[in-house]
């Protein structure tokens, strides 16, 4: 395999480059760097074309943004001979890139307009889309203090700090049990997603479930920002979405327990009924509209379209 490819695809998995939003782009970068790199023929290029895109959607098993970012890019893929065919390849995954980084800036624009004036924020892990939600609302010139989870056991959480902190923007870090303690004084928790399946729910950090819970009952709004590769279309035909548990060494060293066992799963659903409204670059929607996204915006209903996306 193309050196370039294993060493974003370690990446992923090693979670130096993370991120729903991130691992996408990358893994639409790595089919763009195949493309560009390969020699061969064009029988081996389709048939290595596929080895690539297995090697990628193995590498995280949760975000359903990496596997669109792969289908995207594969399904677009046309050509009479071996140039035409590299030059679509590279054509869609650059489109790809293109069109995420555009999705951000259009969903901190829409969910911006869910902020007041003058809020205190909540959100977990290290989201792009939910920050740049947070940092729009920051620039349109409301008053905004923030809350941000650590979020055990990575600390994304000292990434998200330090990105608002360079905006500017009053943050607070507190650790990801307090969420309860502090939600009174919260007026809206904006979160992203890894995954949202065809029933609304919402797959994002371990513990959002649980401090989407603490805000119903507080009855503080939960908002989703989440681009709409972020839907899952296989979720549609009955397939669960896969919770990712990695190695229990990133909570402690198991040596130091030698009778406890460990867990870590590193995502958890929210189910639709806790979520108030998911910001996409389409616009603002309900979470019971995501079979809609699914099937409009993927092109992929319960009939089972072979096109994904
Ligand atoms: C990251 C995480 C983020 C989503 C959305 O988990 O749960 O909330 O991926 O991020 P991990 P974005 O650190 O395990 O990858 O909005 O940047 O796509």
């Not at 996408?24 to 690539?52: C, M, P, Q």
């Not at 371990?206 to 979720?235: D, N, W």
């Amino acid at each position: 395999m193309d050196e370039k490819i294993v060493e974003i695809a370690e990446g992923i998995k090693s979670m130096e480059i993370r991120g729903a939003g991130r691992i996408a782009r990358v893994a639409a970068l790595a089919l763009k760097y195949f493309a560009e790199d390969f020699s061969g023929t064009e029988e081996d290029f389709l048939k290595e074309i596929e080895r690539v895109k297995e090697y990628l959607i193995s590498t995280r098993p949760t975000a359903v943004s990496l596997k669109n970012a792969v289908y995207f890019v594969i399904n677009r893929m046309r050509g009479e001979n071996l140039e035409e065919l590299r030059k679509s390849v590279i054509r869609s995954a650059e489109e790809f890139i293109k069109r995420s980084k555009e999705a951000l800036k259009i969903i901190g624009k829409y969910g911006s307009g869910r902020i007041p004036e003058e809020a205190t924020i909540l959100t977990h892990c290290n989201s792009s889309a939910a920050l740049a939600t947070i940092i729009q609302a920051h620039r349109d010139g409301k008053r905004i203090k923030v809350f941000n989870t650590e979020t055990r056991p990575w600390f994304q959480g000292h990434i998200t700090a330090k990105t608002l902190a360079k905006e500017g923007i009053d943050v607070t870090m507190i650790v990801d049990s307090a969420v309860r303690y502090f939600m009174r004084e919260v007026d809206i928790v904006v979160v992203g997603a890894d995954t949202i399946a065809s029933n609304g729910a919402v797959i994002n950090k371990i513990g959002t479930s649980q401090i989407a819970l603490a805000a119903h009952e507080a009855r503080v709004p939960f908002i989703v920002c989440a681009e709409t590769y972020k839907f899952s279309p296989e979720t549609v035909i009955g397939k669960l979405v896969k919770i990712e548990e990695r190695d229990p060494r990133e909570i402690a060293d198991p040596k130091d327990f030698p009778e406890v066992k460990f867990r870590n799963p590193v995502f958890d659903a929210t189910p639709p009924e806790y979520v108030d409204a998911i910001v996409t670059e389409i616009g603002v929607i309900s979470p019971y509209l995501a079979y809609e996204i699914i099937k409009e915006v993927m092109n992929f209903g319960a009939e089972g379209k072979k096109n994904r996306y």
